[in-house]
């Protein structure tokens, strides 16, 4: 059975900084797969940030570039994402997404609250 967990994430000031993590298992396809970080901010839908394929290349969403860096252990399994420089508007639930040969895998999603 294939499993998105996410962990990390925290509340810190504008102008910090976070870490969250996203480990996948449950098939040996993984690490060729693209997997993404979604977030859901409050009164938006539920958007896009950052994209890594298995073979590492990367996509960013406008809003954060710059200040998101998105890497990925393919021995672990797991995907990494490097906020920086964040500012109340990076607020919201951060959610890990496995494509897997077209079927997608959500994980739980992690809080991200940046407040003074």
């Known amino acids: 059975q294939v499993q998105v967990v996410e962990s990390g994430g925290g509340l810190v000031q504008p102008g910090g900084s976070l870490s969250s993590s996203c480990l996948a298992s449950?098939?040996?396809?993984?690490?060729?797969?693209?997997m993404n970080w979604y977030r859901q901010t409050p009164g938006k839908q539920r958007e896009l940030v950052e994209t890594?394929?298995?073979?590492?290349?990367?996509n960013y969403a406008g809003s954060v570039k710059g200040r998101f860096a998105i890497s990925r252990d393919n021995a672990k399994n797991t995907v990494y994402l490097q906020m920086n420089s964040l500012n109340p508007d990076d607020t919201g639930v951060y959610y890990c997404?496995?494509?897997?040969?077209?079927?997608?895998?959500w994980g739980q999603g992690t809080q991200v609250t940046v407040s003074s």
């Open positions: 997404y496995l494509d897997l040969f077209g079927t997608h895998y």
């Open positions: 449950g098939s040996i396809f993984i690490s060729v797969s693209t």
């Open positions: 890594i394929t298995g073979g590492g290349n990367t």
